[in-house]
């Protein structure tokens, strides 16, 4: 392997992957803020609440671990009948290995000698890999890098609008099938469809009528299985956005749900089926903010900004406050604008007070994980007992 990438593999793979427990409890205002707080029992009943979903419509949980890159969830999330977890990339898949998860499927394509490198670094007869590509360079890349006596599973990643990842053409389609039999080192595990421009249309019935659609547009690929007498053994993709959705799809055996362990805003603002909420999970993960500074009456400052929350998409929102806004302040630092209250007195007690910690519902988990090095998980008795790291922070290669 190239130094450079050896030496990135091994930086991620000496981080620490257990819980740590605290010798003192530590209740919400004695945080150091911004910290990203983790309601166990919520996750656990997410958690709970998708499995169960999934498995009573005959589907394969398969969540993807870019949510919350944490050993110690996905570990979790294999107690609760996970067929596997997900990885977005090869770095992701090597923590979550190293820390004794045993069947990774990773969703982006593999396409470089570099990476090759990498899966056969991972690979080992103890654990079921499974890669996505979607190339005839990705192939030849892995045939180039993997050992004589390791096996690997490929799944053919397929496009057909998102324009993201995934082969469209069915010559390349057949093409690869045949580079994948005709290489004992390879064999093939099936496909894998995700859509995920259609995940947060907010309107239930036109997200439905896409996603379906999506899939309907996939049946060429599964005539040309059939032509060939292939059975794919899995069929996965979707997300949290179609969970309710894509399980009417006949081929379908798994969904790779990410976000709904945690929720988040964007998938709070999102219409469910005959509801405008989301349904089924609540909100389990907050990024808690101390007000530090009041330059004027009107707004207070809170100590996080871009580095404490993702911000490609909405604002942070407390719940605890319906009325007040967040708006973005810089890298450190967020606004708080307060309702201006007609005819309040001098003697009023203002909303929020200097030194007050407030949890904020975070605008899109994956990338605001990604800010923050542990989890501080919160009990039923609402005290902070344990912290569990974020291993795989920054693997996004
Ligand atoms: C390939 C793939 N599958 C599934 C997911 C999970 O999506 P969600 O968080 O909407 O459940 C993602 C999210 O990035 C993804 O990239």
């Known amino acids: 392997m190239s130094s450079a990438i050896e030496a990135a593999l ?55 671990a870019n949510t919350h890159k944490c050993p110690e969830i996905a570990r979790q999330q294999m107690a609760a009948g996970a067929v596997g977890i997900c990885t977005a990339k090869v770095s992701e898949a090597a923590v979550m290995v190293r820390a004794g998860i045993d069947r990774v499927l990773v969703t982006s394509p593999v396409s470089t000698p570099a990476k090759a490198r990498v899966v056969n670094h991972i690979l080992s007869p103890d654990i079921t890999l499974l890669l996505a590509v979607d190339s ?6 892995l ?24 082969l469209r053409e069915d010559e390349l389609f057949l093409r690869l099938l045949d580079q994948i039999e005709a290489d004992p080192r390879f064999y093939f595990a099936g496909v894998q469809h995700y859509a995920g421009h259609i995940m947060h249309i ?12 999506s899939w309907q547009r996939l049946a060429d690929k599964f005539e040309l299985l059939a032509a060939r007498g292939v059975t794919p053994s899995i069929v996965t993709g979707g997300g949290t956005g179609t969970y309710d959705i894509d399980t009417t799809i006949e081929q379908l055996t798994d969904i790779q749900v990410g976000s709904y362990i945690f929720m988040d805003e964007e998938y709070r603002q999102v219409q469910g089926a005959g509801s405008d909420r989301f349904q089924g999970f609540e909100l389990a993960l907050t990024v808690a903010c101390t007000a530090i500074s009041q330059p004027q009456a009107a707004t207070i400052t809170v100590d996080g900004g871009y580095k404490a929350f993702a911000s490609d998409s909405v604002n942070p929102v407390c719940d605890a406050l319906p009325d007040v806004q967040f708006r973005f302040a810089g890298d450190e630092h967020g606004v708080l604008i307060l309702p201006q209250v007609e005819g309040a007195g001098q003697n009023e007690a203002p909303p929020v007070q200097l030194g007050q910690v407030l949890e904020f519902a975070v605008p899109h988990c994956d990338p605001t994980v990604n800010l923050h090095d542990q989890y501080w998980i919160r009990e039923t008795d609402g005290m902070v007992h344990s912290i569990w790291p974020i291993s795989a922070r920054g693997c996004s290669w």
Not at 202 to 213: D, H, Q, T, W
Request: hydrophobic letters at 40%; proline letters at 7%; zero cysteines.
């Open 202 to 213: 907010p309107e239930f019935e036109k997200r439905r009528e896409k996603s379906l659609k």
């Open 136 to 141: 005839s360079a990705g192939l030849a890349a």
């Open 143 to 166: 045939a180039a890098a993997i050992d004589d006596d390791k096996r690997i599973g490929i799944v053919l990643d397929l496009d057909v609008s998102m324009g993201r990842t995934g």
């Open 10 to 64: 091994q930086s991620v793979l000496q981080r620490p992957t257990e819980p740590v427990m605290l010798d003192n409890p530590i209740d919400m205002g004695q945080l150091p803020t911004p910290a990203l707080v983790l309601d166990r029992a919520t996750m656990s009943s997410n958690i709970r609440a998708m499995s169960e979903h999934l498995g009573a419509h005959g589907k394969g949980f398969r969540p993807h």
